[in-house]
């Protein structure tokens, strides 16, 4: 019987100060990584792994909002809730990894709490946690840059995003090269994503944050730990039959040939 399990780790919140999101933040030094807040030291953090637990994780590598995540915690303990609900405005950071006893946890998604809200059924006590991955960098962070005639479009990127303040994730980072550079002055101003985005889109390309990570691939492309899903829904016929070195299908090992 596979055993499920599961760790819910809660961290101290992602303190940082309004200056880090203005113009020209020295970003080099400020990265936001969940890793810096979420600690094995029980000082510091809060972890879950024996709780009945719910959760719906949502992530689209293709849109231009935070990757959201719920996840439902029967029965929390009163210090834990009281510590989410007194700090469910400062961005707490989370670390949630779930799997099988027989292979082990791994991680599947990594945040900050948006909201919490905390309620009573009979004898249960229910607490429901909204998690947003990367949600306050998407939100708070602006900039203001003016590119000459010529610039790679490349480095437009990479400025845009050493200034959101995230760990950028080198195996999903796709450059255009020296070919494709801006034919007039190019200025950037206001909050960062929809301009990393409206760049994105103009050449098939996507923006996201997954799990505390930048990504910025093609739009039909996918990374090299990611695998190709096949299914009616994405437009297999039939059921794949075993190939030979030849290359011809060996119709006497299929389940329905006798």
């Keep these: 019987m596979l055993i499920r399990e599961y760790t819910l780790t809660f961290g101290k919140p992602v303190s940082v100060s309004i200056d880090s999101f203005s113009p020209y933040g020295a970003w080099t030094d400020k990265k936001v990584d969940i890793d810096d807040y979420v600690t ?36 929390m303990k009163e210090s834990v809730a009281n510590y989410l609900d007194e700090n469910q405005k400062k961005n707490v950071s989370v670390i949630l990894k779930a799997g099988y006893k ?14 919490v ?9 229910i607490t429901t946690i909204t998690v947003s991955d990367g949600g306050l960098n998407f939100k708070e962070t602006t900039t ?26 080198s195996s999903c980072i796709v450059t255009y090269g020296d070919a ?26 996507a ?35 075993p190939i030979n070195k030849s290359g011809t299908s060996q119709q006497g090992d299929t389940p329905n040939n006798k």
């Design 40 to 75: 094995s030291s029980a000082e510091s953090s809060w972890q879950l792994n024996s709780h009945n637990i719910k959760f719906t994780v949502e992530k689209d590598a293709t849109s231009s909002s935070a990757n959201t995540a719920t996840i439902i915690v029967y029965n």
């Design 102 to 115: 027989d292979s082990g946890i791994r991680e599947i998604l990594r945040g900050t709490v948006a909201t």
């Design 117 to 125: 809200t905390d309620v009573r059924e009979g004898t249960e006590r």
């Design 144 to 169: 203001s840059r003016v590119y000459p005639t010529g610039t790679k479009v490349d480095t437009i990127i990479s400025d845009l995003m050493d200034d959101i303040g995230l760990p950028k994730k």
């Design 180 to 205: 494709l550079t801006v034919t007039s002055p190019y200025t950037v101003s206001g909050n960062i994503v929809p301009n990393i985005n409206r760049l994105a889109r103009r050449t098939r390309m």
């Design 207 to 241: 923006y996201s944050v997954q799990d505390g990570k930048q990504h910025y691939m093609a739009i039909d492309g996918r990374s090299a730990n990611q695998a190709a899903y096949v299914s009616e829904d994405t437009g297999l016929i039939g059921s794949p039959k």
